[in-house]
């Protein structure tokens, strides 16, 4: 037995209706694009999302364009959306889909979570988006509201409090369409239920407990933080006579596959004489500016060298390389912290 009621659900769904943003994939019916849209949501901005997503359309307006593009196509379009393994993934479950499914996207939750790159919260957002099936969708929002809405008291990472969020808005559904009540959980904790909730503009406050005790603060319960490692490194603006510049590409596993950057190490694998020996480098100027960014389980902090070749390029640790004119870098796809470096190095404006 639930506490979830269906006057609580139609004040939710009330509030959806009027106050819902418009999102260009809201108003389509085709599973591919709502797949693409749910895989551009995650970890990221709906406003960050739609422009990447009206130029992914675009470019692979569908399925069978998506499993007949390169991987740098596909790494290209996603530059700067940050997460690659979530485009890879894409790519991969298009060429499934191509493949083994005759191009169609099966209807039901648990087909879909067959196709590689698509998990729980993903299949349960196509079936019940795409194809009505009552199957409430577990994600940052819909945990936030929920949690504070009946007062969870499991940790947040927890199977069972997962379990206990997805039976409440599963729940949910029964009394409107699973496809739009979805969202409207996910909008109230986007726009309204948000960390620092309007809990006076709330449609469900005088059902909320957390409300109604006070102790908004504690839920949901999150896990002991822990602090994420830095890890220090350098990278090496490297060019040639003709003055292009050396770019290596990663390998197809791992983080941010296949993208292409600058010649990089990070000291707590191979300090920077060892590199520079290794490599046959020289250093000829060292810059102020560090290149940063933070990924989900730690930070990088770049150093940045313009550096020069004594001899030709050989390093087995990235699968290729190139040199590149400098007002190509940005036909290839590449990681953020290096697009900072190469705009600190003056490659870039
Ligand atoms: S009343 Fe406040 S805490 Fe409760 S669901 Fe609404 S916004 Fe969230």
């Not at 260009?24 to 693409?36: A, F």
């Not at 490297?238 to 010649?263: C, D, F, M």
């Not at 989900?296 to 940045?304: C, D, N, P, T």
């Amino acid at each position: 037995m639930t506490p979830m009621t269906e006057t609580l659900v139609h004040a939710l769904f009330a509030w959806f209706q009027k106050e819902k943003r418009f999102m260009p994939w809201r108003e389509e019916d085709d599973p591919y694009k709502i797949w693409v849209s749910e895989i551009m949501l995650q970890q990221t901005q709906v406003e960050t999302v739609i422009p990447y997503y009206h130029r992914w359309i675009k470019k692979f307006p569908t399925l069978n364009d998506v499993a007949l593009a390169s991987l740098q196509d596909i790494l290209k379009q996603w530059e700067g959306l940050g997460y690659y393994t979530r485009a890879k993934n894409l790519h991969k479950g298009a060429q499934y889909v191509m493949q083994e499914l005759q191009g169609k996207l099966p209807q039901s939750r648990e087909a879909l979570r067959k196709i590689p790159g698509i998990g729980d919260y993903t299949s349960a957002a196509i079936a019940s988006i795409a194809f009505d099936e009552p199957c409430g969708v577990v994600d940052g929002n819909t945990s936030r509201v929920i949690s504070r809405l009946f007062r969870i008291g499991d940790t947040l990472t927890s199977l069972r409090f997962k379990k206990h969020v997805a039976q409440e808005v599963t729940d949910s559904l029964k009394w409107g369409s699973p496809r739009w009540i979805n969202q409207a959980w996910m909008e109230l904790g986007a726009l309204i239920c948000t960390p620092n909730p309007s809990c006076q503009k709330c449609p469900l406050h005088e059902y909320c407990e957390s409300w109604q005790y006070n102790c908004i603060s504690s839920y949901p319960v999150k896990p002991m933080k822990k602090r994420i490692p830095h890890r220090k490194g350098a990278i090496f603006i490297i060019k040639n006579a003709q003055k292009e510049i050396l770019l290596v590409q990663r390998r197809e596993t791992g983080l941010l596959p296949g993208l292409w950057e600058l010649p990089n190490t990070f000291y707590d694998e191979q300090p920077l004489s060892d590199f520079i020996m290794v490599n046959d480098l020289t250093l000829d100027r060292s810059y102020v500016n560090k290149a940063e960014h933070t990924y989900s389980h730690f930070k990088v902090i770049y150093e940045l060298f313009d550096a020069t070749l004594q001899s030709n390029w050989w390093n087995d640790y990235w699968i290729s390389f190139q040199w590149v004119p400098q007002n190509e870098l940005t036909a290839y796809p590449r990681p953020k912290v290096h697009i900072k470096a190469m705009k600190i190095a003056g490659l870039l404006s």
